[in-house]
């Protein structure tokens, strides 16, 4: 009888808290008539098999079984959530399941946090803020590491290695980055920064604004009497190919001789960026990659309508990778472009990228990538043509004239 009365109370108990009921243990709270409770029994019964149908007919309906190992995953999850003692965030404790899960798979498979991470604003190409970016000096200062050029923060003269020491009256001394850039969302119009240069303050206006990320850049290099055009692009993002085909467009129209694509430090991107810029070199005859999946592969090829006729010259690096070797390879492979510098990373995998219900991220590697010709590069990377170290004078003060790497590659097109 005793067991009967406990899983009763039990039942009332767990209804309750999905009613924001208070229930006493030994007994039903007195301003519950006998109806009530009778009523609250009832209805904890019909709520048990209404959802035991719908579980029963779902799992029917897909004609799965769940499997051990996830059943076993949620009995724990469940009893976490009952046993501990001390209230839980259920939504950060999945995101640390879901961490967990993706640490034991490959290296690039990873949890990347919030969509305003640095990784998530630099594949978008866009993001609202400042146009700063921030970290915190072992003194625990704000110190600005990068200003984005046509920005808020770069038309008030905003340099990088200013010290933000205040935001309106807001003391930003030994502030972390996230409290600092949660301070910055929440501001509305105009608002106070004050930086400290060379041991002098300033207070300037800055606003919140949509930031473009210019991911490439180009110049003319003339050299004897040869007009040499440079692109240098450090990310495949969104809005990388638009920025890439009005660069070279410009160059193109200043009758460039010969094309220099300079990749060192570009650690990928987008995919669907690497092949729109592919193709703006080569035409639809000419294969540039291949997906493999687990059950399949497909070879791509440009979207092009018409192959250059002009010399090119890739500079790569241990830090060009993925769809900096996608661009590499095919153009190499396809075009007869040279590659100039040291072997790239060598990474051969395609991730996707998921958000959360809580806007939180992953990436998941879903496939692998080949060369047009079907060569495997990952963990292999792409041995350059002409393999040139860097001297120790560039690295100190790094300017076009010092750089062995690109006076190579120009050497390549003027020959």
Do not use: C
């Not at 400042?130 to 590491?145: C, E, K, L, S």
């Not at 509305?188 to 604004?209: M, Q, S």
């Not at 890739?314 to 070797?325: F, P, R, T, V, W």
């Amino acid at each position: 009888m005793k067991n009967r009365e406990q899983k009763t109370m039990d039942n009332i108990e767990k209804l309750s808290k999905s009613l924001d009921i208070k229930v006493n243990k030994r007994k039903v709270v007195p301003t519950f008539k006998t109806k009530e409770v009778v009523f609250l029994l009832l209805l904890a019964t019909v709520i048990s098999l209404v959802m035991g149908g719908i579980v029963t007919y779902n799992v029917a309906l897909k004609g799965e079984k769940v499997d051990d190992e996830l059943q076993e995953f949620i009995t724990n999850y469940d009893y976490i959530v009952d046993n501990y003692y001390k209230d839980i965030d259920k939504t950060e404790l999945v995101d640390s399941a879901i961490a967990g899960m993706l640490s034991t798979l490959d290296k690039n498979s990873a949890y990347v946090g919030g969509s305003d991470t640095n990784f998530s604003i630099y594949l978008e190409g866009t993001y609202e803020g400042t146009g700063i970016q921030v970290f915190n000096d072992d003194n625990g200062n704000i110190v600005v590491y990068t200003v984005f050029e046509n920005s808020p923060a770069s038309k008030v003269g905003l340099k990088s290695g200013d010290v933000i020491v205040k935001l309106n009256e807001n003391d930003t001394t030994n502030m972390t980055i996230d409290k600092f850039s949660e301070l910055v969302k929440k501001q509305k119009g105009e608002f106070n920064i004050t930086y400290r240069r060379d041991d002098v303050e300033k207070t300037v206006k800055l606003k919140v604004d949509t930031i473009e990320i210019k991911s490439v850049a180009s110049k003319i290099i003339n050299k004897d009497n040869k007009k040499i055009g440079y692109i240098r692009t450090s990310i495949f993002a969104n809005n990388t190919y638009e920025q890439f085909k009005e660069e070279l467009e410009k160059l193109e129209d200043e009758g460039m001789e010969g094309l220099v694509i300079d990749l060192r430090g570009n650690s990928g991107g987008h995919l669907s960026a690497a092949e729109q810029i592919i193709s703006l070199f080569l035409d639809s005859s000419h294969p540039i990659y291949q997906i493999k999946s687990k059950d399949s592969k497909h070879i791509y090829y440009s979207i092009g309508n018409k192959t250059k006729d002009y010399k090119i010259s890739i500079l790569i690096d241990g830090n060009s990778a993925s769809a900096s070797e996608v661009v590499t390879s095919a153009l190499a492979e396809q075009y007869g472009a040279k590659t100039v510098g040291k072997k790239s990373y060598g990474k051969g995998t395609v991730q996707e990228l998921q958000t959360l219900t809580d806007g939180d991220q992953y990436k998941l590697t879903t496939k692998s990538w080949l060369t047009s010709k079907g060569k495997v590069i990952d963990g292999k990377g792409i041995d350059p043509d002409y393999d040139i170290t860097l001297s120790d004078e560039y690295l100190e003060n790094p300017t076009d004239e010092n750089d062995a790497q690109l006076q190579k590659a120009i050497e390549i097109i003027l020959k």
